[in-house]
């Protein structure tokens, strides 16, 4: 039976990425989308390949809600058992604007749980979540889902629509003032042809992949929840998929990551790791 | 409420829209209705029941076709949501309330599509002669109604059961019941012309259905949260 192994900083992936994390915090979000635009601009002109590159999420700020800063995720002694079956216990840590709160744990250890946890899905047996927005006040479990992104296997889109259909859909539902135009904007960005009629059944689970990353960024949202999210994807598709993590850091957007891969272990700037 | 309503029509309209493209839900009522129509048809067919009994017994036909056709396909709207796993990013994207108010529209025309297909064969094939049709179409749309919010909140229970197959029928029974016995008697009235037995009937229908909708609105967040 697992129990929580403790929290601890770990050193970045390169220094870069360390310092993304710092600098977010004292940059204005207007300051970062201009200098993302040029950025942007700059990768065009030079390799004529933007759609693999940098951010998903650009054009999208002004169709989407904004929040007016980052917000933050705690969790302290959060134990859950199915019946007899105790899964984790006692588990703490937290994750603030622009880091990267990494999970880790064998097989069975409960990091997809913890995360559904963490994401309002199911409740905890012992402990408490909070979230916090920026002026500090605590955010309620209603508010706090119109301000997440969830991608993780255990969560699919619909397969008898079309991923521009999936993304109207969701668009709708979360209240978006989104045009199409601008859900065929992210499906290009995530590397999926927008004008392609089949319904999702027919994509491969790559793609399936990169629609569910292109629903969870879809509402431009602050807090990120990530499981194995780079599974299924192709090396290109897992090179993109770390650009736009650390784009979003810069942005401070708040990632939650529950993995057991090598590489996105690495993207971490904090870990709890369970036990098996 | 204009925001709420259109949420609300966004998950009907995903649903309806994923319902014709599979036809699963649809082709489960359409046939288990008219298998049903077929054999009760061959069976009595429209000269066999006396005059004296006819508006009764085939009130009752009616809505026991309607009604297990019903229990046949109107389980499947959040059953496929879980069993399809797209039911976690539903529950984040979307208040509960906007939810089931999507899967009562989207029932509500599947019944009423069923309805719609159903009862004018009916009619011919059995011979079932109405006095009041307005009155009659009134019963019906009211029936439909009470049918779509009733299926709707226990297909969301038993969406989240292991053992779904027989729980809906089990759960939908007791709860229908009363429903089914005043729709039948609405259903007669308006055959026969009986105007008073036709309101009290719709009156009790009305309320039922009512009490029904305002139930399950409280009671689907909790069922479906948690």
Known sequence: MGEQAGEQRLQPASGDSGNLCVSSRTRSRKEMDRERVREVKGADSGSGSARMELSTLDGLHAIVPQMSGGISISFSDVAKRYDLRVVFRAVSGEAQPGEVLVITGPNGSGKSTLLSILCGLLRPTRGEVLYRSADGGNLTRDAWGRHLGVVAPSMAVYEELTALENLRFYARVRGLASADADHRKLLERVGLDPERKTPVRGYSTGMAQRLKIAQALLHDPAVLFLDEPSSNLDPTGQDWLEECVRSLLEEARTIVLATNDRREMTWGSRNVSLAG | ?226
């Open chain 2, 1 to 226: 409420m204009s925001r709420w309503l259109a949420e609300a029509l966004a998950v009907a309209a995903k649903d309806l829209r994923a319902e014709f493209r599979t036809r699963v839900a649809l082709n489960s009522l359409v046939l288990f209705a008219l298998t049903t129509l077929a054999a009760v048809s061959y069976t009595i067919g429209p000269y066999r029941l006396s005059t004296e009994d006819r508006p009764f017994l085939l009130s009752v036909l009616l809505w026991i076709v309607i009604f297990f056709a019903a229990l046949a396909g109107l389980d499947r709207s959040f059953v496929k949501e879980e069993e399809s796993h797209t039911a976690p990013l539903l529950r984040l994207a979307a208040a509960p309330t906007v939810v089931w108010a999507g899967k009562l529209l989207y029932n509500l025309v599947l019944i009423m599509v069923l309805m719609a297909l159903l009862v004018p064969l009916f009619c011919v094939l059995m011979g079932f002669e109405i006095a009041m049709p307005w009155r009659f179409a009134a019963v019906l749309a009211a029936g439909g109604f009470g049918l779509a919010v009733t299926t709707t909140i226990i297909a969301a229970i038993i969406a989240q059961a292991l053992t779904r197959g027989a729980l809906f029928s089990v759960l939908s029974l007791p709860l229908l019941l009363p429903l089914l016995i005043f729709l039948i008697q609405g259903t007669t009235a308006v055959a026969t012309g009986d105007l008073d037995t036709y309101r009290e009937s719709l009156r009790a229908i009305l309320s039922m259905t009512g009490a029904m909708t305002i139930f399950s609105a409280f009671l689907f967040p909790v069922v479906w949260r948690d």
